[in-house]
């Protein structure tokens, strides 16, 4: 397969990966790199199976700036210029495609991690002699962008040369000459931000979060994705950007129901997510369902004719659980029971009262749920609150039929942080082993693999 440099922009670190992925998953491009990218670096060498793939793939990142054919590389601008020249000479009739009399270009110099003066940017494009040349420069619409990226780091880093005079701690690492395929979705991080949202919420996610959530899923116009703690809705909003028809419930009526909602007098709220989907147009583009479920109460999803096994109905579970202890997990209990003539059992509208609801029993609960509710190759991608003293692998939540893809860091505090887990279900949901049917669950979960493959 071809190879092509991706620019990812500098932030968010953890999710590169598992966006590059999951962006060319759900178009099935299928793709190949080295796994390797350290969290200071934004130039990656991906293999698509060609230049339209490639163009497809990374269209629907949020953190990938653009795609880019490499004409020529190297550890400095000479040996980036003498290789383009050689690619030149070796792709002629590529090159003069692209470059002919009745062509338009723009050259555009980048450096990461260094400023330039925009004559230094200009003396560096004329040193691009190696090329040729041909049509006429045109900055505003050219036909073709051309790329001069300069990658630079701290000299601190060992096994770097120092790059002139004035710039005694910067190194430059490499020189890239590209011409550019494509750019990803940055735009949605605008087009959704939450401070132009009528309808949210404290723990609404930002878009930027919200849309890599949306991409971990494989949201896309064909799948059902349900959020069973959609509180404001800003995770379904970004599924449902995708043209996935989504499902949300909350324990909270209040949430679902939006501001100013009131029972009596029939005044209904008039921001709500139903709002935020009329805005963004997303209401005739997805479909939408909001309900109340209690996590804790997942039995009510069951068939209620009992002559047929539930069958997996969602393609991805989204969420993003409560945590802490102000707006902690909850479920509907009371700690004293109700009295039997209690006005409560036939009052209409009654709302059941809550008490806490154990954090580790909330995530097996969910996984559980997802387990039977997933369809398998299905996936369930929620984010996970954490103590950053307290972390290590085990503490992360686990279910015998999911394997876990992603588990991608976003640092908060000094003391907190949260992490993004993307499982796949592997294999149809099976019982778990009990004392008297004590079964290997890996091998279980092997021969289930097999199938699907042979399937
Ligand atoms: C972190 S917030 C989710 C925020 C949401 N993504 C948004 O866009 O606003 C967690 C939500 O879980 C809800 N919740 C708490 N316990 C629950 C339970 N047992 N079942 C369902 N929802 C619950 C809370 O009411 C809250 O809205």
Known sequence: MPRYLVRFFNDYAAFRLPDLECSAHSFSIPLSHCGKLEDD?????VDY??????????SRSVLIQGIYEVWGSGSSAEECIDQTGKYCTENAQHVSSILHDSSSYCITVENYGCRWTKKQKIDLMKSFNTIPWKGRVNLETPDTDFFIFQDFRNSSIPGFKKEGNEQETLVLKQVYFTRKLGEGSRHLITDYDLKKRKYIGTTSMCATLSFLSANCALANRKSLIYDPFVGTGSLIVSIAHYGAHVIGSDLDIRVVRGKNFRQKGNIESETNIQSNFDDYGLTNKAGLELLRVDLSQSHVWKPQNKSHAPKPIFDAIVCDPPYGNREGPRKIGRNKPLAEDSLARVKENYIAGTVPYDVKEMYDDLLEFAARSIVTKGRIVMWFFVNNDEYCEEILPSHR????????IDPLTKKYHRRLLTFEKFCD??????????HDLSDVAESENKRIKQE
């Open 41 to 45: 670096e934004v130039f990656y060498f």
């Open 49 to 58: 199976p060609s230049e339209e793939d490639a163009k497809k793939a990374v």
């Open 401 to 408: 039929c999911f394997k876990l893809l992603y588990n991608s």
């Open 429 to 438: 949901y099976f019982e778990p082993p009990t004392a008297s049917n004590k």
